[in-house]
């Protein structure tokens, strides 16, 4: 269960991988930031809450035991800034590098520019389907529904796309870390493009939040929408928003996209 994953992560050093969550050769990226993230905030404290992670994708990580690692480079009077490593064996696979930053009062305030679009209604919207042996197999913890743009393969001109997402596993309450580990569900925007299977992985992914609804359920849709703002030499660079269902902008997540085709 994803809720008792996150918690033994947050509460413990080690923990171990579970199978089913593989993405390709390697595990599903948004549980490794998510784990990551767990621990984080389990040292950091809720006092202080998470503004802006960048994880960078060392080595594939193989199901079974791993350590977490947390170290605090600073905790000032708003801001904390810190690091999480993963390990499995005596090798570095993943790292997050997170800024923590209190609430306080400011007269500045700057609406978001990005709106949520008008999307169909999730039950409306194609589905991405999880078929053992052909899909990753972490799609049988998420729910996918594309609203706008191509699916991976279609060989189309244009890569952007655009759904509703949420967890079909159980998840007792919605936090900040299990949306983390969702966000990354979605396949990088270029494989719109590809004409056949081939691969293509996040190599950094930065994660800014910008607010997390207290009211977030496990049956809460979340928006995603994303932007491909240039492709070249093996690498892809895409921009995606985030939206709850209420239409708030919630993260904007960015991506440079290991690309071999």
């Not at 994953?5 to 171990?16: D, F, G, I, N, R």
């Not at 199901?63 to 570095?92: C, H, I, M, W």
Request: net charge negative; aromatic share 10%; with cysteine.
């Amino acid at each position: 269960m994803l809720d008792n994953l996150l918690k033994s992560a947050a509460l413990h050093e080690s923990v171990v991988i579970p199978e089913g969550w593989g993405q390709g050769r390697a595990t599903y990226g948004g549980l490794l930031a998510a784990l990551m993230c767990s621990r984080l905030l389990h040292v950091v404290g809720d006092d202080r809450v998470l503004r802006s992670a960048t994880v960078s994708f060392v080595g594939p990580v193989a199901p079974g035991a791993a350590r977490l690692t947390v170290e605090v480079f600073r905790n000032g009077k708003s801001v904390t800034q810190a690091e999480a490593r993963l390990y499995q064996g005596d090798e570095v696979f993943a790292v997050l590098l997170a800024s923590f930053g209190a609430t306080r009062p400011s007269r500045i305030v700057v609406p978001p520019v990005a709106t949520a679009p008008v999307f169909k209604g999730p039950d409306d919207c194609h589905a991405m389907p999880y078929i053992p042996g052909v899909t990753p197999e972490f799609i049988q913890h998420v729910d996918m529904r594309w609203a706008e743009g191509a699916m991976p393969f279609s060989g189309v001109d244009t890569p952007d796309f655009g759904g509703w997402m949420r967890y079909r596993c159980p998840v007792h309450q919605m936090a900040l870390t299990h949306l983390f580990g969702l966000i990354d569900c979605w396949p990088p925007a270029v494989l719109s493009m590809f004409t056949a299977p081939a691969p293509a992985s996040s190599m950094c992914w930065t994660i800014e939040f910008l607010h997390f609804p207290e009211d977030a359920t496990a049956d809460t849709w979340w928006q995603y929408q994303v932007r491909t703002d240039a492709s070249a030499e093996g690498y892809a660079h895409t921009e995606a928003n985030i939206w709850d269902d209420q239409g708030c902008l919630v993260a904007i997540s960015r991506q440079t996209i290991t690309v071999f085709a």
